[in-house]
């Protein structure tokens, strides 16, 4: 018997029975011979039935495939007849007896008949008297008496349960858990062992984890029968499971059975390799085991029972790392909307960046800083961010826009900062005077009101949901020492601040592979300084303003470099437009005029001389750095003199610095002889000597067609997706989010592509920006350093082209290396069984 002919339950039952465990008889139904009743083939009834002997009672269940996809409801009692029903009046006294005939007649009536479930509602006392209530309704409803022959019974349970598989809300759901458009049911025709009975009966289930911690503990319920009508009155018939002084317990009222159960628990877990929960019957004195399911668990859950299995040696290492999902890990490291709370939802939008946070409604960085220097929790909402917004991100607990997509600013910097996100939520409206937002259905939600923002669903709520710490335990920890282990791409970290470097040297990231500079020139008061640069008018000018921003880079790099303790940390040079850094608005603009003694018209004659129609394909990256150099003389010099004073204190370090939108090979060597001269002058300079390696970002198009001869200056590439993604598509990282969706529904494009690696178009241009950097220099470094880099598509396919390493969030590096030990070991199980 296998999953994939009979689904996961009747493999797993007749695992238990190999295990000597006392299953009642049990009759598993193939897939296709499911697939032949729902197209009205029967099986031989008379054989079917043959093997639980005279006058059985049934139930059948579903048995897919992977448990997940679910399947109809069990149906139990199967067999339950005004004959069957009298015989066991007399056995187990009437009560008991006819609470089981109607609940049989309520599942057949709406399950198998499918009948309107009003008249079939369970009364509080079952009664002779309600059995023929429920059976005259059943013929009113049908013409037809309810069936009294357990074949004909049992025939439709089959066919009624095999069609409801095949239709179309089922197979949607099931697709939607990732169960492919064939997927089959199996059914289990099983002897019900009814745990009523003189003698001491009862029925439970058992587990022996905490579905939500992970801790192993016993859990369970037990509803005990022997007393009949008297126990179910009086006490429920309830007992605790195990001993804890709130009641009677299985364990102390029945230790043999409990033992019993408590053995069976263990030889599950062991040579089932899962932690399972056992459903069980006693039947005057004797158990049964019905059924075995494995626990459903919470993320946290999953991640220390897979490790708490390797441990006690039931799996090996690498199964405990297949078996955890890399997305779980990224939940794992915020904040959560707790699973059970109710949600009112205010509006969705992208979740851009995972965990949950609460705070009050802001409409302005500002405001966000006040507010946290208040210590009051906010949210920062924004039509869309901008650099000058960095400061209020930073203040605020999480963010919400009404524009942008995956990539846009608030996304980047949100999963930077580990701040959960939500972008381009379209369907609310800022009013903006009235300093409230509106939400779809009308709503108003003023400044100061409290909300939710839930960037890992993209759900915004109203009011202040439960949330769930994060779980970064041991286990968590272990699983991804296990995972190193058998990871074959390299994992580095986008880390622009100290703080971020802290957290990807906490994630045990291999080094920085992308740290935008731009985002040091909006810390403290450099923004001002940099803003006098832009309106120097010399070169001389800007030379004199940018020596007072040496200092302060250097002492960034040196700062980043120590965190980093010898790993390599790659510096992008200075990458944005330069409008970014003025101020959009008027008042922005007279405050500006003032800070520099202006007059207002030469501050709106510059803004206005560096606006661009289409600024991310203007005067950006090293078009930039070409036509004011000064600004990447003033960063190479502070990266030399800060890896001069970080070699000081420890092993040497050699930095590497990157050119952003590269598209020609004279760029990077103009940009490079540039850069050596400085270092020649550093080295002079301090009489320290020093190496650094120097690499180009392909970003553009052109600049993966032609790597084969840009490589000639750059001993590295690192492929910047978010922008290649731009530039490939046509398609604007910041407006996308507008219609994204829309073209997604309507399947123009399978994913947003600034989300998941476009593997046919944009990894075409991977491939050849590879191959053609491989032709110019055979031991080029390839990696990865847009937003894909810590999806698992895009580091299957970078393993795939024999990347060295993948870049991402921070925060996302933890999953980085999950999905990366997860492929190698695929692989490495693939290439095994050739
Ligand atoms: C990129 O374009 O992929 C990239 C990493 O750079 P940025 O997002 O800063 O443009
Ligand atoms: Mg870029």
Redesign the pocket.
């Known amino acids: 018997m296998s999953p994939s002919v009979h689904g996961g339950r009747a493999k797993c039952l007749q695992r238990l029975v190999r295990l000597d465990m006392p299953v009642p008889t049990t009759v598993a139904l193939s897939f296709d011979a499911v697939r032949d009743i729902a197209r009205g083939q029967m099986p031989d009834m008379d054989e079917l039935i043959a093997p639980f002997g005279g006058a059985p009672l049934l139930s059948v269940r579903p048995s897919s495939q992977d448990p997940d996809w679910g399947g109809p409801s069990a149906i139990l009692n199967i067999g339950m007849n005004d004959e069957r029903h009298a015989a066991l009046c007399a056995e187990i006294g009437e009560e008991a007896a006819t609470a089981i005939y109607l609940r049989f007649i309520q599942s057949y009536a709406v399950q198998v008949a499918r009948l309107d479930p009003e008249p079939f509602y369970l009364p509080d006392t079952p009664t002779l008297e309600s059995v023929r209530v429920m059976l005259d309704a059943f013929e009113y409803e049908t013409d037809e008496v309810f069936p009294q022959d357990p074949v004909q019974q049992l025939g439709e349970v089959l066919r009624s349960m095999a069609r409801a598989w095949d239709g179309t809300t089922a197979r949607l759901l099931r697709q939607a858990k990732g169960a492919p458009i064939d997927a089959g049911l199996g059914l289990v025709v099983q002897r019900i062992a009814l745990g009523v009975g003189q003698g001491t009966s009862g029925s439970g289930v058992i587990q022996f984890v905490d579905e939500v911690t992970g801790e192993r503990r016993i859990k369970g319920r037990y509803l005990s029968q022997s007393q009949g009508r008297e126990a179910l009155s009086a006490a429920k018939g309830a007992l605790y499971l195990v001993q804890d002084g709130r009641g009677p317990s299985v364990e102390e009222e029945l230790p043999e059975l409990f033992a019993e159960l408590v053995r069976f628990g263990e030889l599950v877990r062991v040579r089932l390799r899962e932690e399972m929960q056992i459903e069980f019957t006693i039947e005057n004195g004797k158990l049964h085991i019905l059924d075995g399911v494995r626990v459903q668990r919470s993320n946290r859950a999953s991640v220390r029972i897979a490790v708490a299995l390797a441990e006690d040696g039931i799996i090996p290492t690498d199964e405990a790392v297949m078996r955890v999902d890399p997305a779980v890990l990224s939940e794992l490291l915020h904040r959560q909307v707790a699973p059970m709370t109710e949600r009112d939802r205010i509006v969705r939008g992208i979740a851009a960046s995972p965990g949950a946070a609460v705070g009050r409604i802001v409409f302005s960085a500002n405001d966000a800083q006040a507010s946290a220097a208040r210590s009051e929790p906010c949210i920062l909402v924004r039509r869309e961010t901008t650099p000058e917004d960095i400061r209020g991100m930073h203040a605020a607990n999480a963010v919400l826009t009404v524009r942008g997509g995956i990539?846009s600013h608030a996304a980047?910097i949100g999963r930077g900062l580990g701040l959960p996100c939500v972008v381009g939520a379209s369907d609310l409206v800022i009013d903006k005077k009235r300093r409230v937002m509106i939400a779809p259905d009308g709503r108003e939600f003023a400044e100061g009101e409290v909300i939710t923002v839930d960037g890992s669903s993209g759900d915004v709520l109203a009011g202040t949901a439960t949330l769930e710490e994060p779980a970064l335990d041991n286990a968590f920890q272990t699983l991804l020492k296990w995972a190193d282990e058998y990871r074959d791409i390299g994992v580095r970290a986008?880390a622009d601040t100290p703080a971020d470097a802290q957290t990807a040297r906490n994630f045990l990231a291999q080094g920085i592979g992308?740290c935008?500079t731009e985002h040091m020139f909006f810390e403290g008061d450099r923004l001002g300084v940099m803003r006098e640069m832009i309106f120097a008018h010399t070169s001389e000018d800007r030379r004199a303003v940018l020596e007072r921003l040496l200092p302060m880079q250097r002492g960034d790099f040196i700062e980043l470099f120590e965190i980093m303790q010898g790993k390599p940390v790659c510096i992008r040079l200075f990458?944005p437009p330069l409008h970014e850094f003025l101020p959009a608005d008027k008042s922005g603009h007279r405050e500006l005029a003032e800070q520099l003694s202006l007059p207002l018209s030469e501050v709106n004659a510059r803004v206005e001389a560096l606006s661009e129609y289409n600024p991310m394909l203007g005067m950006r990256g090293v078009r930039l750095g070409l036509t004011y150099p000064e600004i990447y003389d003033m960063q190479a010099r502070a990266i030399f003199e800060a890896t001069v004073e970080a070699s000081r204190s420890g092993d040497p370090v050699v930095p590497e610095i990157m050119i952003?939108l590269v598209s020609a090979m004279r760029e990077v060597e103009l940009v490079k002889s540039r850069i050596d001269a400085v270092a020649g002058h550093v080295r002079a300079e301090t009489g320290t000597n020093f190496t650094y390696r120097y690499g180009v970002?392909v970003?553009t198009p052109r600049a993966a067609l032609r790597a084969e001869d840009i490589v000639q200056y750059a001993a590295f590439l690192s492929f910047?997706?978010?922008?290649?993604t731009q530039m490939t598509y046509g398609l604007s990282r910041d407006d996308a989010g507008r219609f994204m969706s829309s073209y997604v529904n309507a399947h123009v494009y399978a994913e947003d592509p600034f989300h998941t690696l476009d593997i046919e178009g944009v990894g075409e241009l991977l491939k050849i920006g590879a191959e053609r950097g491989r032709l110019g220099r055979r031991d080029v470094v390839l990696s990865i350093?847009?937003?894909h880099g810590g999806s698992r598509s895009a580091i299957d396919f970078c393993r795939r082209q024999g990347f060295d390493y993948v870049s991402c969030s921070p925060f996302r590096v933890p999953s980085a290396r999950l999905s990366a030990a997860q492929l190698a070991i695929s692989d490495a199980r693939r290439n095994s069984m050739r």
Do not use: A, K, S
């Open positions: 990539t980047v986008n992308l935008r990458d952003p970002m970003e910047g997706t978010n922008d290649l350093c847009g937003e």
